[in-house]
């Protein structure tokens, strides 16, 4: 196999993960496999470890986002290429970091405000957004902790579970407008900075996650102004992501809003409905990063100009 | 085949099964992760965490 300086940084093998190094394999290509969980990284100008011999590109897709977001902000800082570099990782893994990124770019996002307290938060689901709403940790995945919240009594009572039950990360209290939509919602892939597939997620369950049983079926990309194609790019564009999933909802009237952005998209589902080779994109754009970044001995300077500053 | 950390049942493990790789016992339900290919070895998966997700 052909050595390419790529490092794949990788806990749990997803079947994502799996297809992602079966495709290096098909293209002759040997990654070399990081864990995070069996790494230590030097903060105060060390010698890098042995296991970064070589390597000047690193490929993310840890299921864990804190170990992420701290492993890649240091190998940035030992000069290696990230893919998505660390800034991103940190503006999509908190959702409050990803609303204000998509607000400060235009893009348009259901009604949602910041809470930092069960008084605040109430007024302004009584006086702002209305129910019903939905009450999103700032940090989580796959739909878990994600409250719909129908009513003031409910309201109370899941702010209470958080206050009491909660840890520091549920005092920041993500509050959005629910939004009625059709049954699905449509998860767009963007692959450095084009939208290269989306599917609908379908489900008569109010969250549309595959991950809670979601059914999927191609979407199709429409690249004109606010369609989906425009949309999830300009998205991918306000978080910096080279290769993340958009998640959007048709409100009422049909127009898209955003709901979120994601670093380290799962696809296992979305392969066969839209007949994209999606693995296949994502390691031939890393491979692009590494043939235009260069062999690993350049890696002495940060690769990612404000890599530390969300 | 190689036996279930937990309950000493009899797994088939896919023959392309990578590190990290995770699959469930068929008798006891419990989630293990291939910690090692070679030797072949098994250990109870982590939980899943706070913080996981895409």
Redesign the interface.
Known sequence: MEPVPVAFLASRVRPEEKLLLEAYARRGVAVRRLDERRLALPLDGSPPPPELDGVAVVHDRSVAFGAAVHALEVLEGLGIRCVNPAAVVRACGDKVRTSARLARAGIPQPPTRLAFSTEEALRVLDEELGYPAVLKPAVGSWGRLVARLNDRHAAEAVLEDREVLGNWTHRSLYLQRFVRKPGRDVRAFVIGGETVAAIYRESEHWVTNTARGARTRRCPVDGTAGGVGDLAARAARAVGGEVVAVDLVEDVDGSLLVLEVNHSMEFRNSIEPTGVDLPGLLVDFVLAVARERGPADARRTPAVAGAGTP | MIACTECTSSLDLPA?A?????VACADCGVEL??VSTSPLALAL??EV??????
């Open positions: 392309d990578v590190e990290g790789e995770v992760e291939v998966a982590p965490d706070e913080d996981w997700g895409e």
